[in-house]
């Protein structure tokens, strides 16, 4: 279900910048004997944990999307060019119903930078597309061990705990994913549509 608004996000790569939190940024004083003033901490950029912490209290979906695209942006910009054409290519076969092809993409991307943390959620994408919940698992292993706050790989993982049959798994995942983006729309029908496939009706 989120798979592919994922990898688009992902392709990445051009997205290579997850969501940010906006800031709001205010001149500083005058410029003094002819130079102008440095940039002080409160002028700095917003850093991924600032902007993940901004996600998890968004008030509105449309604040919360902006801020998964900055934080994807900041997520991707240290994807060398190479990179960053194998992730295109394996949205590419991926929106092209060529799964394994995308698996095999993101495989050379992770020879070239295994410590990319979405290409390893990336690849997780592909291979639940291609029918290896466990691959996929694994790999979001990874991912959210080098950032346990990527609400997208949550999502992820909760849709390949679906697939794999896991629902206390799938459910688990998606307490994450309320925790960490408080605006996913119809959040209250997934929430008690998981919790009977994990717990059951209640007595």
């Given amino acids: 279900m989120v798979l592919a608004v994922i990898l688009m996000g992902h392709s990445l790569q051009a997205h290579a910048a997850l969501p ?21 901490k ?20 449309r604040g919360a ?26 949205q590419d076969d991926l929106d092209a119903q060529r799964p394994l092809d995308a698996v095999q993409d993101m495989d050379d991307a992770l020879l070239l930078q295994p410590e990319v943390e979405v290409l390893w959620r990336n690849r997780a994408q592909a291979r639940l597309a291609a029918a290896n919940p466990d691959g996929a698992v694994a790999d979001l292993g990874v991912a959210l061990h080098h950032d346990g706050r990527d609400v997208t790989a949550w999502k992820i993982l909760e849709d390949t705990e679906e697939q794999r049959g896991d629902w206390q798994a799938a459910w688990k995942a ?23 496939k994990a717990f059951g009706q209640p007595t």
């Fill in 174 to 196: 998606w307490q994450h994913v309320l925790q960490l983006d408080p605006t996913i729309p119809d959040a209250g029908h997934e929430t008690e549509r998981l919790r009977l």
């Fill in 20 to 40: 940010s939190h906006g800031v709001d940024q205010h001149a500083g004083p005058a410029a003094i004997g002819g130079h102008p003033p440095g940039r002080g």
């Fill in 42 to 61: 409160a002028d700095a950029e917003p850093s991924l944990d600032d902007l993940e912490t901004e996600l998890a209290h968004a008030s509105t979906a």
């Fill in 65 to 90: 999307h902006d801020l998964l695209t900055r934080i994807e942006q900041i997520r991707q910009k240290d994807l060398a060019p190479t990179t960053s054409l194998l992730l295109k290519r394996a």
